[in-house]
Nanobody, 127 residues
Framework: QVQLVESGGGSVQPGGSLRLSCVAS??????MGWFRQAPGNQREAVAA????????LYRNGMKGRLTISQDNGKNTVYLQMDNLKPEDTAMYYC??????????????????????WGQGTQVTVSS
């Protein structure tokens, strides 16, 4: 079974950038996703990537500020987030799943098709 470890979260000012990393062991699964959850809110989809990086998926309204990528040699999936806003503040989770997880992914996805989750990394955006 795949295990996931996230890192790269932190506190930044509005307009700043962060790059989150997710190391998957022993391998990157067919579909890798990033989700986030703020206190009192439902978990929401942020981005996803098919194995090999052939196709990427982004949350509506965030595509211009996000870049999801993967480095197969390092078994790592990245989420580059630019021009961060206070409403981006949340715990960010990496998730792994089968191809179906990406095939049915949408901005409304809450991650039910992803079967492996990391422990999360906190992102806080404030001035």
């Amino acid at each position: 079974q795949v295990q996931l470890v996230e890192s790269g979260g932190g506190s930044v000012q509005p307009g700043g950038s962060l790059r989150l990393s997710c190391v998957a062991s022993p391998y990157i699964d067919s579909c890798m996703g990033w989700f986030r959850q703020a206190p009192g809110n439902q978990r929401e989809a942020v981005a996803a990537i098919y194995a090999g990086g052939a196709r990427t998926l982004y949350r509506n309204g965030m595509k211009g500020r996000l870049t999801i990528s993967q480095d197969n040699g390092k078994n790592t999936v990245y989420l580059q987030m630019d021009n961060l806003k206070p409403e981006d503040t949340a715990m960010y989770y990496c998730a792994a799943g089968t191809l179906q997880a990406c095939n049915y992914w949408s901005s409304m996805d809450t991650g039910t098709r992803f079967n492996t989750w990391g422990q999360g990394t906190q992102v806080t955006v404030s001035s």
